[in-house]
């Protein structure tokens, strides 16, 4: 069973950063993608960003691209997300979630079939 653990989340000022992290175990096949999605409050969820465990390649929504960063770590099975310059308007409950690969780059929330806790991120003004 696939399993997803999400932390790092926490309080930051505006223009400052945090690193969130997605322990992941329980794959039973090589070819999957994670990503890192968020809900705001009163808002739909969206995806962030999202990466390939078969090549290491990346993808981001737009709203986040040159501030977030998505990567692997294989020896330690996380996968971290950085995020720098941080508004307010990022203040969500960010969620890890995983699939097959042949999604990739999907950010669309129906075709992730596992999912991690949320981890809440506060950005003050």
């Known amino acids: 069973e696939v399993q997803l653990q999400a932390s790092g989340g926490g309080l930051v000022q505006t223009g400052g950063s945090l690193r969130l992290s997605c322990v992941a175990s329980?794959?039973?096949?090589?070819?999957?993608?994670i990503a890192w999605f968020r809900q705001a409050p009163g808002k739909e969820r969206e995806g962030v960003s999202c990466?390939?465990?078969?090549?290491?390649?990346?993808y981001y929504a737009d709203s986040v691209k040159g501030r977030y960063t998505i990567s692997s770590d294989n020896a330690k099975n996380t996968v971290y997300l950085q995020m720098n310059s941080l508004e307010p308007e990022d203040t969500a409950v960010y969620y890890c979630a995983a699939t097959s690969g042949r999604y990739y780059p999907s950010l669309v929330q129906y075709e992730y079939l596992y999912w991690g806790q949320g981890t809440l991120v506060t950005v003050s003004s």
């Open positions: 329980g794959f039973t096949f090589d070819d999957y993608i």
């Open positions: 990466t390939s465990s078969s090549d290491g390649s990346t």
